[in-house]
């Protein structure tokens, strides 16, 4: 569908996923996607043109539909024929037609079957069924749970993400009924990820205890490494702030990450499989390792049938 080598998703994380990481692994073999988070059409429209001018492979763009730019960003990414169009934090109907006109894929993450059937009825090439695992925003349900869920609710093709880091987890991916992975955290070690140094060191030393989630109280929880930023916005959530302050304290703190390695005020988003992250190396050996190990897990799978 894609013309993608290898069924892997490389996750469109904000402030992360720029124009190099995602034709990095788009020249892998996988589906390198841009993150266009809060930023205006204009920063999204240069990431897409530093992509084009590094590969000549498919790559995406992720729109935060809850961005207030959105709308600009969903026509521009039209406008410039974007090869695969994933959303998160919202609906996309409204942009589905412009997007399909312009001969987008478009692929929404979902945390719900419900969710999933709603994306196929609006025309949706695939879904990306993300459990509660994943770094950044999460639902409920976990990847075990929601990936088979998922796949009986709809006929359209399925991309599991939450908790998949290697070869292994990719193989189970395809066991519950997926036909490929996403994954977030594990490209936080690619070489041609471009975060502090800071942040790619705490993730190479995760623990498996290493994250946490906070945001329940606002509505829209989310997954980050246990850091002094994140006990005490905990600890702010459930002490006297009003919602309007604790969205304060929040905003930005990504960035601070990000970019200054900030271990007080920022907030380093995780998914639960950064302990197994090891080493930093090429997006495309990233690629093709989970790939390779998905294949050799799955050629072993006979001995569990008599």
Same mark, same amino acid.
């Given at each position: ?21 995602? #034709? ?11 993150? #266009?988070?809060?930023?205006? #059409? ?78 196929? @009825?609006?025309? #949706? ?91 329940? @109280? ?7 490494? @246990? ?80």
């Amino acid at each position: 569908m894609l013309g993608i080598r290898y069924p892997v998703f490389q996750g469109g994380m904000a402030w992360v996923a720029d124009g190099k990481l995602a #034709a990095a692994v788009s020249e892998g073999g996988g589906l390198g996607i841009i993150g #266009a988070g809060n930023a205006p #059409a204009d920063f999204v429209r240069g990431e897409i043109h530093k992509a084009k001018s590094l590969t000549d492979k498919p790559f995406g763009v992720n729109v935060m539909l809850l961005s207030p730019f959105a709308d600009e960003v969903a026509e521009m990414i039209a406008d410039e024929k974007v090869a695969v169009v994933t959303t998160g934090a919202g609906n996309p109907s409204k942009y589905m037609k412009m997007w399909q006109d312009a001969g987008c894929s478009v692929i929404p993450v979902v945390a719900s079957a419900s969710m999933a059937k709603l994306m196929q @009825r609006i025309g #949706a090439s695939a879904v990306i069924a993300e459990g509660g695992e994943s770094g950044g925003h999460v639902g409920e349900l976990t990847t075990m749970v929601l990936v088979p869920l998922v796949c009986d609710a709809v006929d359209i093709p399925v991309i599991a993400a939450g908790g998949i880091a290697d070869g292994r987890g990719a193989a189970a991916a395809y066991m519950l009924g997926a036909c490929g992975v996403q994954m977030g955290t594990r490209f936080l070690s690619a070489e041609e990820c471009n975060i502090h140094p800071t942040y790619k060191e705490k993730i190479i030393k995760a623990g498996d205890l290493a994250t946490m989630v906070t945001g329940k @109280r606002l509505g829209h929880p989310v997954r980050s490494l @246990r850091t002094a930023f994140a006990r005490n916005y905990m600890k702010e959530e459930y002490g006297g702030l009003a919602d309007e302050e604790l969205e304060a304290l929040g905003t930005g703190a990504l960035r601070l990450a990000v970019q200054n390695g900030d271990t007080e005020k920022g907030c380093f988003l995780s998914g639960q499989i950064a302990a197994m992250v090891e080493k930093v190396q090429p997006a495309a050996d990233i690629v093709r390792e989970v790939a390779e190990e998905a294949e050799e897990v799955l050629k072993g799978a006979a001995k569990w049938v008599k």
